[in-house]
């Protein structure tokens, strides 16, 4: 039986040339222990390749759960499925090449709501994904002219937290109403209560409990840390909702049919296979800066940059953490490859129409597998590139069997909480609210913009200005004018 050579046993000179270019012996580790670990990192985040067309996409604009542009354009689910496997394979090849570290990239969670709730509907969607490019513009001048450290300092690490825990609860409110879990109350029902349980208090709909048995059969596997627990998660629920569907005929829903399936129908489709119709890259536009007022447009990037930002500079050195690839300083070699990469990710899944992509925290599991090499981010990406040529099946998931990965994410963004100290109210409050108004009010800009300007205000009353970086005072005031940009217009105009 043939073993797998160990890094010791391999002499200088007998290294190949896949081992030398990625410094695989250097690392500890071989070229089995990489493959292994690209399979797995691929399995436990394929399902974005499921779950980003849900969020984006649409089947019909008649849908109930479908996001629609200012104009009712929707994105086609197939097409989005294409394009965001297509982006996440190339640009995880090239992270891998460039940075040469295990850490795989795909259209992020978070800022895909964000683009498919917040900002679409106030433009057309290749002006939203404009928006999208914007932002990794804007990252890669940070990245190129040193800019992110200043950025990354601006911002309290209590607000930093609140960020994604707020999104964590945007992200779990999406997926209950997606879901039908929780529904609006008619006006008609003569309460004042603005949501409630299912309808009339009750889950009531054979959708709705294909969710929540998704969600507890999900729950299950993430925490028995069962290897790719959303995809299965989803792909089991997409089973069970398939033959349950044939049973009751639920129908979809349509707007018309409330216990109907929101998004998606569950059925067997024609075939399997088919060439990926990557019509949507391209579909780019820059109008949004003349749809709607320049400052507007100026915040939603900044909430972007924001998001996006962040997010890579805390996945990254937690994944460095668990590679042990840091150095002494703590510092991830070769930190401005990897940002810069990350902002042609995001770029690029602004031009393919598939939202900003960044590196995915599910690396963690193809790093716990032994990969420690961008090796690894070579055979998550094909995996990726392969996953194109399948798409027929991704129409047939339901957002029913999707939206529990919604809130099984949300739940671990929410670990965050404990990295903010709420003893001190000049940084609980501010990050309450960010944390509450992001779900409360649908929109991540709002929850951020809450919590900056009171950040900013109680630093000011209780003494402390002098904590408050400057930039934080420039985006405090953006947000005042942000929040009352209405009355301002009003008072220009008369």
Known sequence: MATETTPEAAEPGARSPIDRFFRISDRDSTIGREVRGGVVTFVTMAYIVVLNPLILGSFSADDAGAHTDLFGDILPVGQVAAATALV????????????????ALATGLGINTLVAVSIAPQMTWPEAMGLVVVNGVVVLLLVLTGVRKAVFNAVPAPLKSAIAV?????ITI???????FVRRVPDAAGTTVPVGLGIDGSIASWPTLVFVVGLVAMAVLVAKKVRGAILIGVLGTTVFAIVLEAIVDAGPSQGTNPKGWNLGYPGLPDSFFSLPDLSLVGEVSFGAWGRIPALTAALLVFTLVLTDFFDTIGTMTGLGKEADLLDEDGQLPNTNKALFVDGVGAVAGGVASTSSNTVFIESAAGIA???????AN????????AAMFFTPLYQVIPIEAAAPALVVVGAMMMAQVTDIDFTDFSNALPAFLTIVVMPFTYSIANGIGAGFVTYVVLQLVTGKARRVHPLMWGVAVAFVVYFAIGPIEAALSS
Not at 174 to 180: E, N, R
């Open 88 to 103: 996440a394979g190339v640009m995880t090849i090239l992270f891998g090449m460039v940075a040469n570290a295990p850490f």
């Open 378 to 385: 070579v055979v998550t990406g094909l995996l990726f590139l």
């Open 174 to 180: 999406i997926g209950l109403v997606d879901a039908g």
């Open 166 to 170: 707020g999104i964590g609860l945007f």
């Open 369 to 375: 597998e032994g990969a420690r090499t961008g090796l």
